[in-house]
């Protein structure tokens, strides 16, 4: 059935404002989590009034010396290379050909251009240093501005065949140091504003600042100080034990003092950037080692009179990292240190959103670092409150994907996250209380084009995949398991366009083949469920919720169609939303909107996301949630939607028919449309309706499940056969009824029941041997009347093997399965053990009870009569008439026989079970006269005085207790007349049983029934 909508008739348009505030739950703020700066201790250069510290891409800050305040330095658009300091209140954005300088002093800014064929080599004071390559020889420029002119002066001095030109790490105000190789040696000058100078320099690492500069060579221990003031030799020269061998870190020279730090394989990091260092110092001339900070990062500037800046780690968790500054006085002996400014704390901000069932997710990162998945929940009931937050892992390659090539994950409403690869390659699920990296479940991939999404709900995902090569990559639909990474439903290829689609539980809809028409299948067959048409438009977007169906048409317009009231809500004009529980949450201009489409409460607005896109900025709980979105300093409100919510009740759900108790357990799963404050699984025998056992949890958030092994509460098998089942849930909210669910499980592998043979059903069944030496196990229905039915046959119970009496007994080995005690033509009685549902053969495994049986000529079993829970078996002797019990043993053999009674001959005996009830089994005589009777077990080893169950009974010539064949948890009773007529007696449970049905002719077949 077609639904037409249209666009008129039926629609009802909403406005904007603020209608329905009043009454809302309060929302709630989380705030924003305060974190040290991850660029804390890494100094980029220090000027005259403050230093730059922070990195490439991670954004910069200058700091002044003055009051220790920070403000962010922003890097020009157009710029993405290093910022550099040296020795001025510049700062240098270099990269590309058109580098910015800054003055933080006074705020002026200016481009200055690199002329073509030159490119940037370094900078002294605001003096670029730029290097140009002519017919193979490398020229050096110095770059300043003078006006708004760029003034470019040649460098003299280079020798022509200078090659390999490159600017080293040192550069001042006045000047910085230039390497090149000439014919076969390093050659080192100093550059300034007066020209090009040549030195006494070898080639090395060069570090410091001010007067003094250090050298190392490599493989060497020996360091080298210069005086600027005089390159042409070493002013000192001094020994530092480890240096060859990358064990310290040489920071430079203050005062009278080399300053370094010695890394070890045990000891602080070898990350420069990170401070847990100890800043030491030796005399320039050599000499002791002596501490000069600890917790320093191995990252220095210098200011322009030579004092060391370098950061510092707090001395407690809650103290703030710190830049200090070692000095040297006037006779260049070190100074204490001295702190020069704190680096606060910073705000993480929110790039990515997720919520379902109150679990918020939050990708976190620290501005410019690395990205974190985070959780919080929110409450469920008793006012909005939010738990702590929990760190989930990091998103990067580690994790499966850079995040900045990741989709958004999706949060499925049971726990876990889901999202794909880097282009749409493989999908990943990040399991509930896993942490990164997830489980990649596939590596195939998706179709990405814009406002290509995938969507999940629940165990499945829908993503568009790419088709096969033969069918032109026409894209489809495909529906994937998250469990197992599996698809269950590929849709049609699409050869125009792809449809709009969404998934809510196992049911899939899309846009079908006619421009407005959706279609509801279930995932698991592809089966059509439904069909609604909302209107002649091609649909680019498409959400479900419940019985709330979103959609958005290319022309623009939108609404919310209810598929049990059959109305149409029109939406205003919005940029992006997303549909919850009753309500629609949507964006426009910045601003976030909600809209009852249930026409309660109307449209009012929330509050201004930093980030406007959905998934992103902000999203919401479709799951009978809230709205949640980040601000601009990364706050994140809980915003009630203010709208009653949808009652309770089941998405979908994995519920198994039947478990094999031997082998697995029975792990039903159920996924809820919102959250459960409690629930309750109770299982019931189907027959008895006793309860088997009963399953109970707090609050639910999305997903029910329970782990059954076959047991009781006591830990004992319980009996094979069918049980019942019902889940109970209340709604964490409070609104609606409570969610009541039943059904059916049928259980084999568990404790068997008396006489079950074939089908582990439960029922109990009848042995049946023919003359011909066959023995058929005729199996119980559990129909009603107590019906035998389909056969299983073993033959060869003929000569030696000869049956002379059987009787169908208890699991005598513990195999689950029922075993037969059967006395042989020799008298000889064997307890055989027969697999479940296998037929009785002479071949079949048995133990030897004992010879001599053939002096009794009734043999049966009423069950348990002496109340140890297994069976034993009542023999009456022939020559005297005596009834012995014999007890049954946890060894699966008899004790020494009991005579419980005198004078039973000429009695017809079946041992019938558990007749009335108790629990203790009962045994059936018909005395000559026809009179049935009914002896009670004590279960002391005893019969109570008979019960007269009634008159007619000769016409039968077998009775045969044979336990519950109809399935109402009561024991039965078969009876064969001389004409070959089988009957079915039901027991009522209480001693008696009803009137006789007719199972059928031609039993006669039969010599003998068990």
């Known amino acids: 059935m077609v639904t037409a909508l249209g666009f008129g008739a039926g629609l009802v348009p909403l406005t904007a404002g603020t209608a329905g505030a009043a009454g809302v739950p309060a929302e709630l703020v989380i705030p924003a989590e305060q974190n040290r700066n991850p660029n804390a201790t890494r100094l980029t ?98 770059l300043n501005r003078e006006g708004d002119q760029v003034v470019d002066d040649l460098v003299q001095g280079l020798p022509a065949e200078a090659r390999n030109l490159q600017v080293r790490g040192h550069g001042d105000a006045g000047g910085l140091l230039v390497e090149a190789r000439v014919g076969s040696e390093t050659a080192v000058y100093w550059l300034d504003a007066s020209g090009l100078h040549p030195t006494a320099f070898l080639n090395g690492v060069v570090t410091g600042g001010g007067e003094q500069v250090v050298q190392q060579s490599a493989g060497s221990d020996v360091l080298r100080v210069w005086n600027m003031s005089d390159l042409s030799a070493p002013a000192h020269e001094l020994t530092l034990p480890g240096l060859s061998r990358r064990e310290v870190d040489v920071l430079g020279v203050v005062g009278r003092d080399v300053l370094f730090t010695r890394l070890s394989p045990t000891g602080p990091s070898d990350d420069p950037a ?17 501490v000069v900070l600890d917790r320093t990062a191995s990252i220095v500037a210098f200011k322009p009179d030579g004092t060391m800046l370098l950061g510092r780690a707090p001395e407690s968790e809650s103290g703030l990292p710190a830049v200090y500054a070692v000095g040297a ?33 939050t990708i976190d990162r620290v501005p410019f670092g690395t990205a974190r998945l985070r959780r919080t929940d929110v409450s469920l009931s008793g006012g909005t409150t939010a738990g702590p937050r929990s760190d989930r892992g990091l998103f990067n390659d580690y994790a499966g994907c850079d995040w900045d090539w990741c989709e958004d994950p999706l949060s499925t409403g049971d726990g876990r996250l889901a999202y794909q690869g880097f282009n749409g390659r493989g999908l990943s699920v990040l399991d509930e209380g896993a942490v990164l990296p997830a489980r990649k479940i596939n590596d195939d991939s998706t179709y990405q084009q814009p406002n290509d999404t995938m969507q999940a709900s629940g165990r499945y995902s829908a993503v568009r995949i790419p088709g096969p090569a033969s069918d032109d990559y026409s894209p489809r639909l495909r529906v994937i398991d998250l469990d197992t990474g599996k698809a269950v439903y590929t849709g049609p290829a699409q050869r125009q366009y792809m449809p709009a689609f969404t998934i809510n539980g196992a049911t899939l809809w899309v846009e079908g083949a006619t421009a407005g028409v959706v279609d509801a299948l279930d995932v698991r067959t ?118 009653p919510t949808t009652g309770l009740s089941v998405l979908d759900k994995d519920v198994s028919a039947s478990v094999n108790a031997r082998s697995t357990s029975w792990s039903p799963r159920w996924w809820l449309s919102k959250p459960a404050a409690s629930w309750q699984i109770t299982v019931k025998n189907k027959a008895t309706g006793a309860v088997a056992r009963t399953f109970t949890g707090g609050e639910a958030r999305g997903l029910v499940k329970a782990v059954w092994d076959g047991k009781d509460a006591a830990g004992n098998l319980v009996a094979n056969g069918a049980y019942t089942w019902t889940l109970s849930a209340k709604p964490a909210d409070g609104q609606g009824p409570a969610l009541t669910q039943s059904g059916s499980v049928k259980v084999t592998g568990g404790a068997v029941v008396t006489r079950d043979f074939t089908g582990n059903d439960g029922f109990g069944d009848l042995l049946a041997f023919t003359s011909a030496g066959v023995a058929d196990f005729r199996a119980g229905t559990g129909t009603g009347t107590g019906l035998v039915d389909a056969k299983v046959s073993g033959s060869g119970w003929t000569g030696a093997n000869s049956v002379t009496a059987a009787v169908p007994f208890g699991d005598v080995n513990g195999d689950r399965c029922n075993d037969v005690l059967v006395r042989v033509k020799s008298g000889e009685l064997r307890a055989y053990k027969p697999s479940c549902g296998g037929a009785l053969k002479p071949t079949t ?38 009834l012995y019990l014999y007890e049954g043993t946890a060894a699966g053999a008899f004790k020494a026989r009991v005579k419980i009674g005198t004078g039973w001959k000429g009695y017809l005996l079946a041992g019938a079970g558990d007749l009335n009830g108790d629990g ?87 010599s003998r029934l068990s």
């Open 845 to 882: 495994p048995f133990t030897k009870i004992g010879l001599g049986w053939n002096i009794y000529d009734a043999l049966t079993s009423p069950g348990d009569l002496t109340g140890d829970g297994r069976a034993d078996v009542i023999a009456r002797e022939t020559s005297t008439g005596y």
């Open 274 to 290: 990170v401070a847990d260092h100890t800043a030491l110092a030796v005399p320039v001339t050599g000499g002791p080692e002596r």
């Open 329 to 361: 006085g006037a006779d260049g002996a070190l100074s204490t240190p001295d702190r020069v400014a704190e680096v606060a704390d910073i705000a993480t901000v929110v790039e990515g959103l997720s919520i379902a069932q109150g679990r918020l997710h």
């Open 45 to 142: 250069g220090a000027g005259a009034t403050g230093y730059l510290w922070g990195a490439q891409y991670e954004g910069y800050n200058w700091t002044s010396y003055a009051d220790g305040s920070t403000r962010p330095v922003p890097v020009p658009p157009a710029v993405r290379g290093d910022a550099q300091v040296a020795g001025t209140d510049v700062v240098t954005f270099a990269g590309g050909t058109r580098p910015v300088q800054r003055d933080m002093r006074t705020g002026e800014e200016w481009t200055l251009p690199i002329p073509s064929g030159q490119y940037y080599g370094g900078v002294f004071g605001r003096t670029i240093v730029t290097i140009e390559i002519v017919d193979n020889t490398f020229v050096l420029h110095r």
């Open 526 to 643: 592809g089966k059509a469920l439904r069909r609604v048409d909302v209107g002649d438009c091609n649909i680019k977007d498409l959400r479900v919720n419940g019985s709330d169906l979103y959609w958005v048409c290319d022309t623009g317009a939108s609404g919310v169609y209810g598929t049990v009231t059959k109305k149409s809500v029109r939406l205003p004009a919005h940029r992006n939303a997303m549909l919850g529980d009753g309500y629609v949450g949507w964006e426009q201009g910045g601003v976030l909107s909600i809209t009852d489409v249930r026409g309660t409460t109307g449209t009012r607005t929330v509050g201004k996301p930093a980030n406007v896109e959905a998934g992103e900025g902000w999203t919401l709980d479709r799951f009978g949630g809230p709205l949640v979105y980040a601000d601009k300093d990364g706050n994140t409100h809980v915003v009630p939607s203010g709208v």
């Open 920 to 1006: 203790k089994g009962d045994l059936l005589a018909r005395d000559k006269a026809g009179v049935l009777w009914r002896y009670a077990g004590t279960g002391k080893g005893t019969l109570a005085a008979r019960v007269k169950v009634g008159g007619g009974w000769q016409v039968y010539n077998s009775l045969v207790g044979v336990g519950d064949a109809s399935g109402d948890g009561k024991a039965d009773l078969l009876a064969r007349d001389t004409a070959g007529v089988l009957w079915a007696y039901r027991g009522d449970g209480k001693g008696a049983f009803a009137y006789r049905t007719k199972v059928g002719g031609g039993w006669q077949m039969y």
